[in-house]
């Protein structure tokens, strides 16, 4: 049982000895002493990039993140830079959130960028995600990169990859860097000598810009005018957006912000939360609190490195409920549409984009308005391929995702909580403007549209024998699917691996437009869809269960939302998921 594979020990070994410095040392030799498990963990494999880059936990190994995987993945990154703009004077951003860690490997980053002789323009404190993306754009840089574990617990970090137009990586480029990566043989090769002349610090006055370009987005001036005092309540989980969101929403008209002070600051260990993501209700728990003393009329919370949000809005009796990622798209789409249109900006050359797992009540909305609206892969780095490949041909308003993602206007190109955040208030507003809240828009949506109700399962399955446990699942899925799901019947199977659409009734087979990804979706007699994925960063397959039906009144919410959450549970226990 504690027989070590020849192969990790190899590796190990590697790590026994300079150019690793001594902590290192000490930490592989306890494991190959004391913890075989740990030490097969943390080299059996090299972290690779996933849909959110390089993320894994912290510690010493191949398969951990720390200083010669961060240095190891800023060779391979420059060396690819090198070859895709030779001859060109090159340049990245590096900014970091407020992971343990995380300050220290955006300064590794740096120092082998600069070795390299690439500028770097480095946020000197933490900052959010989407300010990384907007600097490299702003900035003219080939890249950049952003040290962060997103929402991941806090024995997590990561290295997020940018490409000169704003986006994560994508292919071929994150397999090309993962290649330049692969062919470091030894860390002699990585240059880390820092070249300190080529380091700039970006300061808060660079804030200003990007605050500013998002107070431009603002549709309704003279609703925010009114709606001023609307009461809202923040909080960064700890996270970079304790600035910058605050601030944003103050920029744009918002008077009454409050802030939950536990939270407000910064710390890597994420002390008041079980765990900082805003998916989870608990992580909202001191933010409603909070909200309940002040009777405020929203909530918000964002993730560590601020590019998702989570929201909560009072109901009928006054209570706060939470809106889950689907539920804030739809809203937020609804709104910019609704304002776009009222504003004359519609010209029919304008497009909504959604992920393949995320409502299709985006689309009804898309369509009533006749606004195009296309689907792209899970990760939003998809989405901003997609802005960029239309650029000139089709103006970008908005987009979303069901994972708490969303984007309005295209200065960013990745999913934007700060922008998010005054959207979404700005959405409330113009409800509150018309005597509602957003939960009684929501409603109205469906009775106009159906009502639609999303579910997420995730079911973790960590290490190496997770990793092999899930794609079993994903191979037994493909090979045996299931003929009831419930009481619907399939009759329609999407495979994005395959890039396939088989008609079970018909037999007839369509192309799927969109890069190969290792993606099932089951479609029901009922208009049913459940998406299964493996995750792209974290250890875990995730079931994606979506239900539909008629809501013929307001008054008949509860009672058909009661009906559909019966339907997915049946979903749930016909898949047989452990």
Known sequence: MNTIDPQVMAQAKEWLQPPYDEETIKAVQHMIDNDPKELTESFYRKLEFGTGGLRGIMGAGTNRMNKYTVAKATQGLA???????????????VAHDCRNNSDYFTRITAEVMSANGIQVYLFKSLRPTPELSFAIRELHCQSGVVITASHNPKEYNGYKAYWEDGGQLIAPHDKNVIAEVEKIVSLSEVKFEANESLITYLEDDFDEKYIAKIAALSLSPDIIKRQ????????????????????????????????????????????????????????????????????????????????????????????????????????????????????????????????????????????????????????????????????????????????????????????????????????????????KSMLQVLKELYVEFGFYKEKLLSVTKKGQEGAEAIKAMMDGFRENPPAIIGDEKLVEIRDYKLSEIRNLESGKVTPIELPKSDVLQFITSGGSKISVRPSGTEPKIKFYFGAKAPLDSVENYDQTDEQLEQKIEAFKASLKID
């Not at 060396?79 to 030779?86: D, G, Q, R, S, V």
């Open 79 to 93: 060396n690819y830079m090198k070859k895709m703009f030779p001859g060109q004077k090159l340049s990245m951003a």
């Open 228 to 435: 001023r005092n609307m009461k809202i309540v923040y909080t960064p989980i700890h996270g970079t957006g304790v600035k910058l969101v605050p601030k944003a929403l103050k920029a744009t008209g918002f008077r009454a912000v409050y802030n939950v002070p536990e939270q407000d600051v910064v710390d890597g260990n994420f002390p008041t939360v079980h765990s900082p993501n805003p998916e989870e209700p608990a992580a909202l728990e001191m933010a409603i609190a909070k909200a309940k003393e002040v009777d405020a009329d929203l909530v918000m919370a964002t993730d560590p490195d601020a590019d998702r949000v989570g929201l909560a809005v009072r109901n009928e009796n006054n209570e706060f409920v939470l809106l889950n990622g689907n539920q804030a798209a739809s809203l937020l789409i609804y709104y910019l549409l609704n304002k776009w249109k009222e504003n004359g900006k519609l010209t029919g050359n304008e497009f909504i984009v959604k992920t393949i797992v995320t409502s299709e009540l985006l689309f009804d909305i898309a369509d009533k308005f006749k606004v195009a609206r296309y689907d792209v892969l899970t990760g939003f780095k998809y989405i901003a391929a997609l802005i960029k490949s239309l650029e000139g041909k089709q103006q970008f308003i908005g987009g979303g995702e069901e994972s708490y993602g969303y984007l309005v206007g295209d200065f960013v190109r990745d999913k934007d909580a700060v922008s998010s955040c005054v959207m979404l208030a700005e959405t409330a507003a113009w409800a509150a403007d018309q005597g």
